[in-house]
């Protein structure tokens, strides 16, 4: 039998488990391959003992409405930088790539899956360059991949964020209050452009878009007549006033090894932008956070999820290696994983949406 090993890594995204049983499905076709899959990403292969799962079909019945991952993932460390305490104490990493390499030919792992995002596919070229089988596939809620026209798990992330905007729209008009919500999208200000075109919000504001608070405000203030109205934002959680940082609530992870910003409390930081500006106005923020990422994923990220399975196990049968699975309209194809890993898809502030949010009366705050 050969083995094909599949791994989901970064934050979880819905659709995750669409992709896996996909895979599953598509091999179980082929009489000669078996599907394992790594616990957490690559830490189930470099755990002493190894944490691997057999995927058989009986594992992944029913699984593609599921939120999460039933391999469960990570985005601390990885191979190529394992945390490990040094003489002293203290943290440090270590590259212990080679010796998965190795584990991986000792488990007769024959081809990898890596189901991830930007820098689950850093990891996946990296492996590819010394040597290992590897197809990647595109994951994450922010669409910030640049090789592919979408990703699974950005549509469901929209449409929690609209509804969202929905239930928000309802109160603020209530009590003619300014209600502002913070969606996430890391540096890419996609989930809340989609999400306030789609909801009807009168500002949205993204980290492609640094704004003026005054501009802000004249919009504000265009919404209330003798102190009634409202006014519905949407702020990615990475906007940032014109000459302003992006708003950290922590750096994480120092002592591991590893850097990660998490971004957070943009709208909180508006509120008091907007107080200092001399808004007169009652304002409440709403953090959407995690609810983004969880949860059963809607038909399209389904759909897309389950073709990206498939077209991943048919690259592996064709013998490729060092690709990703990409979109691009009406084709599943690939691209190399050079391409996918090259540049972020980042909001053009002329694009179509953009100028269609402008079309009805979105301020930007520019
Ligand atoms: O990349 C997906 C994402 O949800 C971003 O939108 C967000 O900034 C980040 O991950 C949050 O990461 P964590 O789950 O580690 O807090």
């Known amino acids: 039998m050969k083995r094909v090993l599949v791994a989901t890594g970064g934050g979880d995204c819905p659709g995750l488990n669409a992709v896996i049983r996909a895979i599953v499905k598509r091999a179980s076709k082929?009489?000669?391959?078996?599907?394992?899959?790594s616990i957490e990403a690559f830490n189930g292969i470099l755990r002493?003992?190894?944490e691997i799962m057999i995927l058989d079909e009986k594992t992944v019945s029913g699984i593609h409405y599921r939120g999460g991952t039933i391999l469960g993932t990570t985005n601390k460390g990885g191979p190529f930088a394992w945390p490990v305490k040094d003489k002293d104490g203290n943290w440090t990493e270590v590259d212990r790539s080679d010796e998965m390499i190795r584990k991986l030919q000792y488990l007769g792992?024959?081809?990898?899956?890596n189901i991830g995002g930007d820098g689950s596919q850093r990891i996946s070229q990296a492996l590819f360059e010394k040597g290992c089988n590897?197809?990647?596939?595109?994951?994450?809620?922010d669409n910030d991949l640049s090789a592919t026209d979408s990703t699974f798990g950005f549509q469901t992330a929209i449409q929690i964020a609209t509804e969202a905007v929905d239930k928000l729209v309802t109160t603020a008009a209530s009590h003619n209050r300014i209600l502002i919500l913070e969606v996430m999208g890391r540096y890419a200000g996609w989930i809340a452009l989609n999400a306030a075109v789609a909801g009807g919000a009168e500002i949205c504001l993204i980290p492609e878009i640094p704004y003026d608070i005054d501009k802000v405000m004249k919009k504000i203030d265009s919404?209330?007549?003798?102190?009634?109205g409202f006014v519905n934002i949407v702020i990615s959680e990475g906007a940032r006033a014109i000459g302003a940082n992006f708003t950290i609530q922590e750096e994480e992870g120092n002592e591991l090894g590893y850097h990660n910003l998490r971004l957070g409390g943009a709208a909180n930081k508006l509120i008091h932008e907007l107080k200092s500006a001399g808004c007169p106005y009652d304002m409440r923020e709403t953090v959407l956070?995690?609810?983004?990422?969880?949860?059963?994923p809607i038909a399209y990220d389904r759909v897309l999820a389950t073709q990206f399975g498939v077209k991943a196990f048919e690259l592996v049968l064709e013998g490729k290696?060092?690709?990703?699975v990409s979109y691009r309209h009406p084709y599943i194809s690939s691209v190399p994983l050079t391409d996918a890993i090259a540049r972020y898809n980042y909001?053009?502030?002329?694009t179509a949406l953009i100028k269609t949010a402008r079309g009805v009366g979105i301020s930007f705050g520019d």
């Open 321 to 324: 290696s060092g690709v990703m």
């Open 134 to 141: 590897i197809i990647g596939v595109p994951k994450t809620i």
């Open 109 to 113: 792992v024959d081809a990898v899956i």
């Open 223 to 228: 919404r209330f007549t003798k102190g009634r």
């Open 347 to 350: 909001v053009d502030p002329d």
């Open 289 to 296: 956070g995690h609810l983004q990422r969880g949860g059963v």
């Open 30 to 37: 082929e009489k000669d391959w078996e599907v394992v899959g």
């Open 48 to 50: 002493e003992p190894t």
